[in-house]
């Protein structure tokens, strides 16, 4: 069974600073995009940021270089470095595979939990 956990949420200040770290099991990323996606109260499922396999990152327009995307291929982990958070990135942050399903939240794990406040 493919599964991802997520780690490393929490309740911030603006400002502060969080590093989110996912780890899989069931299928690993040797030949798989990785990204970050999250969903604020009301909004929709949106991409963070990715990695591929050979390391080429994108990045949401709203992250503006306040992030920073990793993975460890053999480990099957993939991190997010976040700093300089606002209360607008409140809200549940998963990992998931890209292009696999439209809506990647929530559809393989749990996902962790980021609030910020002002």
């Known amino acids: 069974e493919e599964q991802l956990v997520e780690l490393g949420g929490g309740s911030v200040q603006a400002g502060g600073s969080l590093r989110l770290s996912c780890t899989a099991s069931?299928?690993?990323?040797?030949?798989?995009?990785m990204g970050w996606f999250r969903q604020g109260p009301g909004n929709e499922c949106e991409l963070v940021s990715s990695?591929?396999?050979?390391?080429?990152?994108v990045y949401g327009v709203f992250v503006k270089g306040r992030f920073t995307i990793s993975q460890d291929i053999a480990k099957s982990a993939l991190y997010l470095q976040m700093s300089g958070l606002l209360p607008n990135d409140t809200g549940v942050y998963y990992c998931a595979p890209v292009g696999i399903v439209e809506i990647p939240c929530g559809n393989w794990g749990q996902g962790t939990q980021v609030t910020v406040s002002s």
């Open positions: 990695i591929s396999s050979d390391g080429s990152t």
């Open positions: 069931g299928f690993t990323f040797d030949d798989s995009t």
